[in-house]
């Protein structure tokens, strides 16, 4: 597998390509935004580690040129104290984040996750569409899309976002536990998988407005419905 690194800090970088070097990876580097989307240009890379501070401009414009391609999995990378950051990754399309300093273990442990729900799509020429729906509104997992068949608005999703739909979908009107959605979305939690889905359902929540209601149960999940 190919990762990209976009990583300014020639230590930080050498460091994270050295490791995915041992750990069997194809490594590419770029320092910057502009040095990204030409390598990008050149060859696709299978998953992406962006750095969200760049010298030439928000890592934000790689995660988006990068979302054009749905096989190819992205991680953005933000800092400590950044919630915001997060949130314009994810809203640019990311799959997931890694926040600074983070271990060895945790971030092979988000790549073989982000890895897994896009290798099919890589295998698969034309993958068929797994659908499910509540109400009016349409959710393609395989696109990464949730429609609404009343007035025709659509919305992008992140394969993140996807997953925890498609689960309160399958579950409607019913509640679902924090536990079970971090156990089917991420494969492999880590101890910062709880705050991870805390970001992702907030963004989630964002793209969906109020045409889905989704309950916050204090102590137990979430639940889409009545």
Same mark, same amino acid.
């Given at each position: 597998?190919?990762? *990209? %690194? /976009?990583?300014?800090? +020639?230590?930080? &970088?050498?460091?994270? @390509?050295?490791?995915?070097?041992? =750990?069997?990876?194809? !490594?590419?580097?770029?320092?910057?935004?502009?040095?990204?989307?030409?390598?990008?240009?050149?060859?696709?890379?299978?998953?992406?580690?962006?750095?969200?501070?760049?010298?030439?401009?928000?890592?934000?414009?790689?995660?988006?040129?990068?979302?054009?391609?749905?096989?190819?999995?992205? *991680? %953005? /990378?933000?800092?400590? +104290?950044?919630? &915001?950051?997060?949130? @314009?990754?994810?809203?640019?399309? =990311?799959?997931?984040? !890694?926040?600074?300093?983070?271990?060895?273990?945790?971030?092979?442990?988000?790549?073989?996750?982000?890895?897994?729900?896009?290798?099919?799509?890589?295998?698969?020429?034309?993958?068929?569409?797994?659908?499910?729906?509540?109400?009016?509104?349409?959710?393609?997992?395989?696109?990464?899309?949730?429609?609404?068949?009343?007035?025709?608005?659509? &919305?992008?999703?992140?394969?993140?976002?996807?997953?925890?739909?498609?689960?309160?979908?399958?579950?409607?009107?019913?509640?679902?536990?924090?536990?079970?959605?971090?156990?089917?979305?991420?494969?492999?939690?880590?101890?910062?998988?709880?705050?991870?889905?805390?970001?992702?359902?907030?963004?989630?929540?964002?793209?969906?407005?109020?045409?889905?209601?989704?309950?916050?149960?204090?102590?137990?999940?979430?639940?889409?419905?009545?």
């Amino acid at each position: 597998m190919r990762i *990209l %690194v /976009v990583e300014d800090d +020639d230590r930080v &970088a050498r460091g994270l @390509v050295r490791a995915l070097l041992r =750990a069997g990876y194809r !490594v590419v580097r770029a320092a910057d935004v502009a040095e990204a989307l030409e390598l990008i240009d050149e060859q696709v890379p299978d998953l992406a580690l962006v750095d969200m501070g760049l010298p030439d401009g928000h890592g934000s414009a790689v995660v988006r040129k990068l979302r054009e391609q749905p096989a190819t999995g992205v *991680l %953005v /990378v933000t800092a400590q +104290d950044s919630e &915001a950051e997060r949130v @314009v990754g994810l809203r640019a399309g =990311a799959d997931d984040y !890694v926040v600074k300093p983070f271990s060895l273990a945790e971030l092979l442990a988000r790549i073989e996750a982000v890895s897994r729900r896009t290798r099919a799509l890589r295998q698969a020429v034309a993958p068929a569409a797994v659908v499910h729906c509540w109400g009016t509104l349409e959710l393609d997992v395989t696109a990464r899309t949730v429609r609404d068949g009343a007035d025709g608005w659509s &919305a992008a999703l992140t394969a993140i976002e996807s997953a925890v739909l498609a689960l309160l979908f399958e579950r409607a009107g019913q509640p679902v536990e924090r536990g079970f959605v971090i156990d089917q979305v991420w494969e492999a939690p880590t101890e910062s998988s709880s705050r991870t889905l805390d970001t992702h359902m907030a963004t989630l929540r964002g793209k969906l407005g109020e045409r889905v209601a989704i309950r916050t149960l204090r102590g137990v999940g979430y639940q889409v419905g009545p």
